[in-house]
């Protein structure tokens, strides 16, 4: 049981280009979320996801895409990087939070630079 | 909207001393709360949990919150604090009964000094 994983671990990308960021769980969760961490600022959300099919926006989903095709895979794509994108991102998962005070597990984390 | 506040950036304690991490939310309802650690250049790991009940929450390695509704606080405690304690400390809260995400504090950094 991996839990949450995340591909790449460490990124480096050049001003305008693109990237997707993969996050996988292997415990059949319904919901995932995806967070940046920055110093000082605590963890935002991004996107996140109720279920196969389905997103929604978080706190700070500009410039950011996400995807849901299969339960188990949440992708995070930036289109156009931008030096504002440089942090470390966070894929989490939980079981349901409708109304459940489910805990979110998370991955180790996607440490981006963008020049 | 809910939301959560941890007041201070960082907390040192010498060992063997007992620590606090403050937490105060504010939420419409009766939230849900959680306190998540971070050691370097890993993930966050869930601690504890408040759903409802007793206001004395127990959790991993030692670790205890205590919810206080009067004063909308969840603070994080341990008796005796050690040296593998020092990391980052996340207060999350969640204003039931729907399906919003968790909001995170921005963190303390605790630092016990042996």
């Known amino acids: 049981n991996a839990g949450v994983t995340q591909t790449p671990k460490f990124r480096v990308l050049k001003t305008g280009q693109s990237m997707t960021l993969l996050c996988a769980q292997d415990m059949n969760h319904e919901y995932m979320y995806w967070y940046r961490q920055d110093p000082g600022m605590g963890l935002r959300l991004i996107h996140y996801?109720?279920?196969?099919?389905?997103?929604a926006k978080g706190e700070v989903p500009d410039g950011y895409n996400v995807s849901r095709l299969k339960k188990q895979n949440f992708l995070l794509g930036l289109e156009s990087a931008a030096p504002s994108q440089t942090s470390v991102y966070f894929c989490?998962?939980?079981?349901?939070?409708?109304?459940?005070?489910?805990?979110?597990?998370f991955g180790p984390g996607t440490r981006l630079t963008v020049l | 909207a809910q939301s959560v506040a941890q007041p201070e950036d960082q907390v040192n304690v010498a060992e063997g001393n007992p620590l606090t991490v403050k937490c105060t939310y504010s939420?419409?309802?009766?939230?849900?709360l959680f306190w998540y650690v971070q050691y370097p250049n890993r993930g966050l790991q869930f601690l504890l949990k408040y759903i409802t009940g007793d206001n004395l929450v127990k959790g991993s390695y030692g670790f205890e919150a205590e919810f206080n509704k009067s004063q909308t606080s969840f603070h994080l405690k341990k008796p005796s604090a050690l040296v593998s304690d020092s990391a980052l400390y996340f207060c999350a809260v969640r204003d039931p009964p729907g399906n919003t995400p968790l909001v995170f504090g921005k963190g303390t950094r605790l630092s016990v000094i042996a």
């Open positions: 939420v419409s309802g009766n939230p849900y």
């Open positions: 989490a998962s939980s079981y349901s939070s409708r109304g459940y005070a489910d805990t979110q597990y």
């Open positions: 996801s109720v279920g196969e099919g389905t997103t």
